[in-house]
């Protein structure tokens, strides 16, 4: 017996990194990083559907900007199917619908998350039972980000970001994310970066207190520990980022911090009321976007078809 493949989604998560160090820069143009990544619950679903050839449709959330979103083989979802293609020595089609809700190049790895979904969903469309390992390997391929997007939860990065292990994490965080209406592009907050720190060290500052932060699961001590050494270069080029952690940390937030490379600022609360609370509070300053999420969530899984 024939059977017809139906459509599979995927849902793919956000992540922002708690601790973000960063080293000077390589020969190869990257940063050897120390980061600790945390899934969060806002995410992008990317339906595959049976077709003749490879193509990307967007369906977007109001406050993301599917303007600046290509459609073509650059999209970091077509890459992925046509990366994994390419390992397994044949041209994959599908008709991808990526349903986005994270903000384009707001240091949340959108991107990142569209491509692992795409390299989960074809997968398992075209019943090629890719290796784990072999997924991780491809994933780093597409992007430094993209290897998290595959296994979430929360997991220290190495390397330039493509090593992840995963660590222990005892608590619900709750996160305030504020996007910004315009993104910033990822290597010009890194060259901005090796302008402000020409004496960078070689070896990125690590991340041992966050680790024990983590373990307590207490809010408090999270607070304090997180670090991100791309949010003075972000700052430095988008002032109002710093001016809104501010705004943040003055209405109640135990901390605010630039996401990755930024714009997207997140604040820490104690509790699902009290980010909610602040959300609200934020709002009302005059931010027409505010999300609440949670973490840490699921990497890059099968959901129920919708589209
Ligand atoms: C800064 C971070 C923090 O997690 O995330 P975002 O804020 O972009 O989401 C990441 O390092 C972004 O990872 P990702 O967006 O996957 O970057 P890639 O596609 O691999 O690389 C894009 C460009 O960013 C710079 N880059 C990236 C990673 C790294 N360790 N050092 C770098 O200098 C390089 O200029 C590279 O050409
Ligand atoms: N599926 C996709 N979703 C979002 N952006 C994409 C996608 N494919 C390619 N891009 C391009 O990648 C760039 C970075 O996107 P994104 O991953 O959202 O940013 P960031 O690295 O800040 O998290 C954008 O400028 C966008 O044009």
Redesign the pocket.
């Known amino acids: 017996m024939i059977t017809v493949p139906t459509a599979v989604t995927v849902r793919a998560p956000a992540k922002i990194?708690l601790h973000?160090g960063v080293g000077a820069?390589g020969a190869d143009?990257?940063?050897p990083?120390t980061?600790v990544y945390q899934a969060v619950g806002l995410c992008d679903d990317l339906t595959a559907h049976p077709a003749d050839d490879l193509s990307v449709e967007l369906a977007t959330a109001d406050w993301v900007d599917a303007g600046v979103i290509p459609t073509d083989a650059s999209n970091l979802a077509h890459r992925a199917a046509t990366l994994l293609g390419r390992h397994h020595g044949r041209e994959l089609t599908g008709r991808l619908v990526v349903e986005k809700a994270i903000p384009v190049a707001g240091?949340?790895?959108g991107g990142?998350a569209d491509a692992a979904a795409a390299l989960v969903a074809l997968d398992r469309l075209h019943d090629l039972r890719t290796s784990d390992d072999d997924l991780l390997r491809l994933a780093a391929d597409l992007?430094?980000?993209?290897p998290f997007a595959l296994i979430g939860g929360t997991a220290l990065g190495t390397g330039?970001?493509e090593l992840v292990d995963p660590v222990t994490d005892a608590g619900t965080w709750w996160w305030v994310l504020v996007p910004s209406l315009e993104g910033m592009s990822?290597?010009v907050v890194?060259a901005h970066f090796d302008r402000l720190f020409p004496d960078a060290p070689a070896t990125p500052p690590g991340a041992d207190e966050l680790l024990d932060a983590l373990r307590t699961g207490q809010p408090l001590s999270l607070a304090r520990t997180l670090h991100n050494d791309?949010q003075d270069p972000a700052i430095d080029l988008r002032p109002e980022l710093g001016l809104l952690i501010e705004r943040g940390e003055s209405e109640g937030a135990l901390r605010g911090l630039v996401?990755?490379?930024g714009p997207t600022v997140v604040f820490l609360c104690e509790s699902a009321d009290h980010a909610r609370d602040l959300a609200g509070a934020l709002m009302r300053t005059g931010h027409p976007v505010v999300l609440v999420a949670n973490g840490a969530v699921a990497g890059s899984h099968l959901v129920p078809s919708h589209v």
């Not at 992007?143 to 993209?146: K, R």
């Open positions: 990194n973000l820069v143009g990257f940063h990083l980061t240091g949340l790895a990142s992007g430094s980000d993209v330039r970001g990822t290597p890194y791309l996401s990755g490379s």
